[in-house]
C-alpha cells in the first residue's frame, strides 16, 4: 500500500510563494506518476501539475503556468509544488497524487493554501 503525505499549505498573502511536499511510502517512488490537484468546496478537483517517473516531462494547468513549478526527488521519496505570486483563486485544498501501473492510483489527504487579497 502506498502512503502519501502533503505538508506546507499555509495562509499568505496575494503575490507570496509557498512550496509544498508529498512524502511517499511503500511503493518504489521512481515507478509512480505523480501529480498535484487541488480541490475548492463545491467544485470538482482539478489536475494542477504533473510529472513523469523520471521527471522528463512535466504538465500544468493553463493558470498556473509560469507561475508553479512541479518537481520530485527520486531519492527520497519527495514530490514538490514550487507556488509563486500566489493569487485568491489558488486558494483550495491541494492533494498529490500517484499513479502505479501495476497497483492503480493514490491519494493523500490534502494541505490548505488559502491566499489572502
Known amino acids: 500500500q502506498l502512503q502519501l503525505v502533503e505538508s506546507g499549505g499555509d495562509l499568505v498573502q496575494r503575490g507570496g510563494s509557498l512550496r509544498l511536499s508529498c512524502a511517499a511510502s511503500g511503493l518504489p517512488f521512481s515507478s509512480l506518476v505523480m501529480s498535484w490537484y487541488r480541490q475548492t468546496p463545491g467544485q470538482e478537483r482539478e489536475l494542477v501539475a504533473n510529472i513523469t517517473t523520471d521527471a522528463g516531462s512535466t504538465y500544468y494547468t493553463e493558470s498556473v503556468k509560469g507561475r508553479f513549478t512541479i518537481s520530485r526527488d527520486n531519492a527520497a521519496n519527495l514530490l514538490y509544488l514550487h507556488m509563486t505570486n500566489l493569487l485568491p483563486l489558488d486558494t483550495a485544498a491541494y492533494y498529490c497524487?500517484?499513479?502505479?501501473?501495476?497497483?492503480?492510483?493514490?491519494w493523500g489527504h490534502g494541505t490548505q493554501v488559502t491566499v489572502s487579497p
Open positions: 497524487k500517484a499513479d502505479s501501473e501495476d497497483a492503480g492510483h493514490y
